[in-house]
């Protein structure tokens, strides 16, 4: 007698499970942001709650675009971005004479401005330092030291500044200074 065995398309997927939680390859202040989001929950701290929530459901949105957050420097530079939005917000409660909701735009940046300060960037001093090796570089090479070159020599794969924790404006900030100086 012939035996006839099923075959499931499904049965090899059940043993995959997928988790929306995960953290790999995640920037380690999101995790810190994911476990003071419970701890915020926790202690019914509505301002922190708020703020964690808005800055998690801003990483979840930009994970589908084109370019997700997969650094601590993603996420300072998108934590700053709403650190101005509350306090241009602050600002227009205050010439709108509502204290009440001045208080909550100034306790949200105080909470934003916590976290920002936990991400450790590059000193201005050694910015200032690969800036003048960048341009003594370029004019080894013969090449213009003008603010473009010097920021792709820097950022260039194997440049000076690849891979460091060094935020792009204000290296650019520190490169166009230095540039302009005779």
């Known amino acids: 007698m012939l035996n006839l065995v099923r075959f499931s398309a499904r049965s090899g997927l059940r043993s995959v499970r997928c988790n929306s939680t995960a953290t790999s390859g995640a920037p380690p202040l999101l995790a810190k942001l994911r476990s003071d ?6 202690a019914k701290d509505t301002a ?19 370019s997700p957050i997969q650094t601590d420097l993603q996420l300072l530079s998108l934590i700053r ?4 939005l509350a306090k241009d917000a602050g600002q227009q409660f205050l010439e709108a004479n509502r204290a009440d909701l001045k208080e909550k735009e100034d306790a949200q940046i105080a909470v934003l401005e916590e976290y920002a300060s936990q991400v450790k960037t590059m000193s201005t001093e050694e910015i200032q330092s ?3 090796q960048a341009i003594s570089q370029l004019q080894g090479e013969g090449k213009k030291a003008d603010v473009g070159s ?4 820097l950022f260039a794969p194997g440049g000076i ?14 490169v166009k200074e230095t540039v302009a100086k005779p």
């Open 130 to 132: 690969a800036v003048s």
């Open 150 to 153: 010097v920021l792709k020599t």
């Open 48 to 66: 922190r709650l708020n703020v964690l929530r808005t800055v998690i459901s801003e990483i979840n949105n930009a994970s589908k675009t084109s």
């Open 37 to 42: 989001l419970k701890d915020a929950m926790k």
């Open 161 to 174: 500044l690849d891979g460091k924790p060094a935020e792009r404006a204000e290296v650019a900030r520190i």
């Open 81 to 84: 971005k709403r650190i101005a």
